[in-house]
T-cell receptor, first 116, second 114 residues
Framework: GAGVSQSPSNKVTEKGKDVELRCDPI?????LYWYRQSLGQGLEFLIY????????KSGLPSDRFSAERTGGSVSTLTIQRTQQEDSAVYLC???FGTGSTNEKLFFGSGTQLSVL | AQSVTQLGSHVSVSEGALVLLRCNYS??????LFWYVQYPNQGLQLLLK??????LVKGINGFEAEFKKSETSFHLTKPSAHMSDAAEYFC????????????FGAGTRLFVKA
């Protein structure tokens, strides 16, 4: 597609339920990121996929959070047993990942997650 | 590990005044440095970046930033603020650590007063 696509754009769930957030990166981008944007908390790094390398999961806040990337393209972020503090905008970004001087991130519009 | 610190979560300036948003980074190797902007109800977009070469870089909408290695800083400036500059600004650093993982600062919200 022309840009990074995220779905759903909004998700309301009940505390304790599991949710799955999807990201479809730009075709040809080998690097994919998940960030979380909470009010007053800035942009928090969650996880980073680069090609076929093992993902950098150092930003995941708890073991309730996991992510996978299938076939080097689409990624799914899963939050199990959601808590109210998980409410935030979850942003996905992708890039060529080559480290060239053209490197920059392209962001999706995000998924607004509300946990009631 | 790299990190990014943005001084001031909120900055308020008058229209026509100088805009200065501060960013300091820590890194063991020369990083790539970025400023991204998020306008109200819009997605994040790149404002400008430093990778190599000239340390003063110019971006969109009259913004520029200077990479100062000795101060580990990459402050964002604009000589004259416009109402349309009101947005949240994020400084980011990217290192070649087997990939180009990008870490963001906490962001600075810029308010522009008429």
């Amino acid at each position: 597609g022309a840009g990074v696509s995220q779905s759903p754009s909004n998700k309301v769930t009940e505390k304790g339920k599991d949710v799955e957030l999807r990201c479809d990166p730009i075709s040809g981008h080998t690097a994919l990121y998940w960030y979380r944007q909470s009010l007053g908390q800035g942009l928090e790094f969650l996880i980073y996929f680069q090609g076929n390398s093992a993902p950098d999961k150092s930003g995941l806040p708890s073991d309730r959070f996991s992510a996978e990337r299938t076939g080097g393209s689409v990624s799914t972020l899963t939050i199990q047993r959601t808590q109210q503090e998980d409410s935030a905008v979850y942003l996905c970004a992708s890039s060529f990942g080559t480290g060239s001087t053209n490197e920059k991130l392209f962001f999706g519009s995000g998924t607004q997650l509300s946990v009631l | 590990a790299q990190s990014v610190t943005q001084l001031g979560s909120h900055v308020s300036v008058s229209e026509g005044a100088l805009v200065l948003l501060r960013c300091n980074y820590s890194s063991s190797v020369p990083p790539y440095l970025f400023w991204y902007v998020q306008y109200p109800n819009q997605g994040l977009q790149l404002l400008l970046k430093y990778t190599t070469g000239a340390t003063l870089v110019k971006g969109i909408n009259g913004f520029e930033a200077e990479f100062k290695k000795s101060e580990t800083s990459f402050h964002l400036t604009k000589p004259s603020a416009h109402m349309s500059d009101a947005a949240e600004y994020f400084c980011a650093v990217s290192l070649n650590t087997g990939g180009f993982k990008t870490i963001f600062g906490a962001g600075t919200r810029l308010f522009v007063k008429a």
